[in-house]
């Protein structure tokens, strides 16, 4: 079935470094949303995306959505150890189902 | 706002015991889920309510899972027998519009 894929599954930094995780799609998405969840936590939302060439801005986060719709990014400047989680994508299939990808696993390194 | 509540938030059992969990979404969303998380992996849904009816139940193993929710509020969802690959957290999450809002999980341990 429709399946988003996220690259990377894992990505270590430094604090202060940048991070950028991907969510791609063989087919066209209706829109997309993003959710982190912390280490022991639940999934929380934190924005969702509908527009072809999209772009939101959540403080350090910034958020895009391709001018295809099959794909999607999230970019974290000047990452913090608050950063740490696993963040997952997650698009809209048949009958409004949320299908999530597999997420990545940021670790921030003080 | 209340968020969604679960309980109970750990549970282990033996496999082919019998396990149930409840879920109250937040007030006033009709819209409720269940989903599996396995750990390393992404959230998968098992059954999706709109009020008291089943909008999708096609990824739940229906011959031993079941899920409930009387009276559009309150759901619960079992496991009669478990097996030691259903060892996962269990989400509840209840929606507005297309935003999820998660409740903390019961984390199942079949040994």
């Known amino acids: 079935g429709q399946q988003v894929m996220q690259i990377p599954q894992y990505q270590h930094v430094q604090e202060g470094e940048d991070f950028t995780t991907y969510c791609n799609s063989s087919t066209t998405l209706s829109n997309i949303q993003w959710y982190k969840q912390r280490p022991g936590g639940h999934p929380v939302f934190l924005i969702q995306l509908v527009k072809s060439g999209e772009v939101k801005k959540q403080k350090r986060l910034t958020f895009q959505f391709g001018e295809a719709k099959k794909n999607s990014s999230l970019h974290i400047t000047a990452t913090q150890t608050t950063d740490v989680g696993t963040y997952f994508c997650?698009?809209?299939?048949?009958?409004?189902?949320?299908?999530f990808g597999e997420g990545t696993q940021l670790t921030v390194n003080p | 706002e209340a968020g969604v509540a679960q309980s109970p938030r750990y549970k282990i059992i033996e496999k082919r015991q019998s396990v149930a969990f409840w879920c109250n979404p937040i007030?006033?969303?009709?819209?409720l889920y269940w989903y599996q998380q396995i750990l390393g992996q992404g959230p998968k849904l098992l059954i999706q309510f709109q009020n008291n009816g089943v909008v999708d139940d096609s990824q739940l193993p229906k011959d031993r899972f079941s899920a409930e929710r009387l009276k559009g509020v309150d759901s619960t969802l079992k496991i009669q027998p478990a097996k030691l690959e259903d060892s996962a957290v269990y989400l509840c999450a209840s929606a507005v519009g297309e935003k999820l809002f998660f409740g903390s999980g019961t984390q199942l341990s079949v040994l």
């Open positions: 997650a698009q809209e299939t048949s009958g409004s189902r949320l299908t």
């Open positions: 007030s006033g969303h009709a819209t």
